[in-house]
């Protein structure tokens, strides 16, 4: 089992930055990759950023030049960093550790609100 705590969601003005960290514990050693994804009303959840364990990471087209994914090994922190935010952003955002394609864990979400 691996427990995922994401924090650092707000209420920002656009233009402005965030730091999203998610604290993961328990059976971590497990974990393929890790990943950021958000859900807005109304909207399918999709896919922000992930990093694997070699470090290499993928961000989605949207927000390329605004995002940085990264670990912490030693705290068991990952954290997303956007800047620029724009009011599209707004959403749930939610920190997931995947085994494998079918299956990974999610946290509970943080929400970040992006007022034009």
């Known amino acids: 089992q691996v427990q995922l705590v994401e924090s650092g969601g707000g209420l920002v003005q656009a233009g402005g930055s965030l730091r999203l960290s998610c604290v993961a514990s328990g059976s971590i050693r497990s974990i393929n990759h890790w990943a950021w994804y958000r859900q807005a009303p109304e909207r399918q959840r999709e896919l922000v950023a992930k990093?694997?364990?070699?470090?290499?990471?993928e961000y989605t087209d949207s927000v390329k030049g605004r995002c940085t994914i990264s670990r912490d090994n030693g705290k068991n922190m990952v954290y997303l960093q956007i800047n620029n935010l724009k009011p599209e952003d707004t959403a749930v955002y939610y920190c997931?550790?995947?085994?494998?394609?079918?299956?990974?864990?999610w946290g509970q979400g943080t929400q970040v609100t992006v007022s034009s």
């Open positions: 997931r550790g995947t085994i494998s394609a079918n299956f990974g864990y």
């Open positions: 990093i694997y364990v070699n470090g290499v990471t």
